[in-house]
């Protein structure tokens, strides 16, 4: 009886060294955005103009710039700047992500067919457009609802089109700017190379 007591408990020692072992020679677990935090973004699938159903989390990675769009604004030809700013830092991980939104004075009242076919005509956009959504009010959509709940700076109400959030690559966002910021401002910019290079 004392014998087999001694194997049992020298059983459970050698699967406690090997268990041992493998905690702690096993690979390291890659980073992952937590998504429990308020801040994370990506969680959501919109439709693209074209009708494709587009999950955010595919763009987890990358540096990322959210904007609310329109067509009849005065701040309408930001749109060209925002496809220089894409063009000048796509193949270093950022993207723009366009919604067109109708919710200031009616100044984007195109269906999504037009408003794909005015930023193609009109500024060459190759920068991801989703389909129009609301960005305040009642029918806000749930991606503008989490933006617009967090605090400021980094958050708050859109004040008009054109605000910009941005996304760092983990999904979480870091800064808000006002919408007659313009792409190529400086201090936007500067956040964004920051980001790129693997500074929050």
């Not at 540096?63 to 063009?87: D, F, H, M, R, W």
């Not at 009242?109 to 009109?122: A, D, L, M, R, V």
Request: charged share 20%; net charge positive.
């Amino acid at each position: 009886m004392r014998t087999r007591t001694i194997r049992r408990h020298a059983s459970f020692a050698v699967v406690a060294l090997l268990g041992a072992f493998a905690a702690t020679h096993a690979p390291a677990a890659s980073p992952q955005a937590d998504t429990d935090d308020p801040t994370y973004v990506l969680d959501f699938t919109i439709p693209r103009l074209d009708g494709s159903e587009q999950s955010l989390r595919d763009y987890e990675g990358k540096v990322i710039l959210i904007v609310n769009t329109a067509s009849k604004c005065g701040l309408t030809p930001q749109y060209a700047g925002l496809q220089k700013l894409y063009e000048r830092y796509k193949d270093q991980g950022f993207v723009v992500l366009g919604f067109p939104a109708n919710n200031f004075r009616n100044q984007e009242p195109g269906t999504n067919k037009e408003i794909s076919e005015f930023c193609t005509k009109t500024y060459g956009i190759t920068f991801p457009m989703f389909t129009k959504i609301s960005v305040k009010g009642k029918d806000i959509h749930p991606l503008y609802q989490r933006l617009t709940s967090l605090p400021e700076p980094i958050g708050g109400p859109v004040l008009w089109n054109f605000q910009k959030y941005l996304v760092d690559r983990t999904g979480h966002v870091v800064a808000r700017f006002h919408p007659t910021v313009k792409p190529d401002d400086p201090a936007l910019i500067a956040h964004i190379e920051a980001l790129l290079k693997g500074a929050n």
